[in-house]
């Protein structure tokens, strides 16, 4: 069924190696003076209905040092003996209830399977990781995430620490490994939102390009790395639609944000395009102008650049073309407004884009830390560049000529920042007017 995918995607990285994840445990540990401990709890199990749960996504922080992908893990950072050492709590072996749940690798299968120095059953974490803390003056935690670690920190009275200061900055820039994992999930997502353009006819459910696209993924291993949009017509218009449940009108441009995760890395894209298979006239001089505006966007990823000016191309662009189409009657410096936050926002609310890595909306900002100095691009960075301009019929809060009503359109691709330019990981999938049309409804 996806036979035109599996062979043109190629084949599948390995996931990150214990080497790798090695280093990272050491460079994490050079940063931490040797009386404190770091702590890096698991993503909670969610309840989805009763005793029904979501299905569970590993922390991503947890997942970076120690490639564990499994639940309940958590990892301890402490000096002893004259060098750091990685302790995992995990739970035990339990046939009984593994029965019911699952197999677990348990304390021997941890130590074995994962770069680690030290596994300990789960049931044990209150009175071993209790005395730990006690010789230590500060504790790096992230709080909200397992309670029972919550509460073992709270008692300890340690002073606290975060320690998302310094992942946060290791996380930023990819290594080539990781590299290859995102480019491949870049790859996987382009040749989804290929498959589902190729079926796209009038009459089709919005569920039905998600089902293609979610399903690719399934096909290869993956999952999606957020829930995808699918929005035709005026659902287009509004940024996180998620319910998918419309059938698609002819003359409706269909908006699918779509992305998907290969070892907990993701990729993230968008791509906009008539049903039918034809732009309207309306609709094709909105398009043009967004992808003029998103290969701005990515002209503007060069080293050395600050992390705004990706966003300061884009909207220029936009605002520009807004007032050539008439849509905005101003200046370009008018439509821009003070700190870009012109008229021309009324169109285009969101930033260009954000980092992308183990989560979809990559740790790092724009700054480094809440109040820091701005982040200047450098190799190894990934992005999004992603603008868009939406025209919601159903918006009390804007006056435009009925021809732009329900209108949405954006474009997003996944870019590596590079000594070389911007690399777009997501090249395979097209943008171009004239690829699309002939691509939508080919099938
Ligand atoms: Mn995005």
Redesign the pocket.
Known sequence: MYGRVTSALGNRPERISHTELRQRQLDFCAELSTDSVAIITNNPVSIRSRDTHHRHRFNSYLHYLTGWHGENGVAVFHYAEHKWECLLYVRPRDIKKETWTGRRPGVDGALSGWPIDAAISRDCITENLTEILNSATKIYHIPGLDDVVDTIVADSGKDLGDPRKTLDNMRVIKSDAEIALMQYAADLAALAHIEAMRECNIGMGEWHMQSIIEGCFLYHQSEWSYPSIVGSGDNATILHYNENSQEMLDGDVVLIDAGCEIDGYAS?ITRSFPVNGKFTDAQREIYALVLKAQIAGIEACQVGSPWSSMHHATSQVLAQGLIDLGILDCSLEDALGEDYNGPYRDFFMHGTG?FLGLDVHDVGGGRQGDDGPERILAPGMVV?I?PGLYFGAWREDIEIDSKWAGIGIRI?DDVLISENGPVVLTAKCPKEITEIEALVGSN
């Open positions: 993230d954000h999004t992603e997003e």
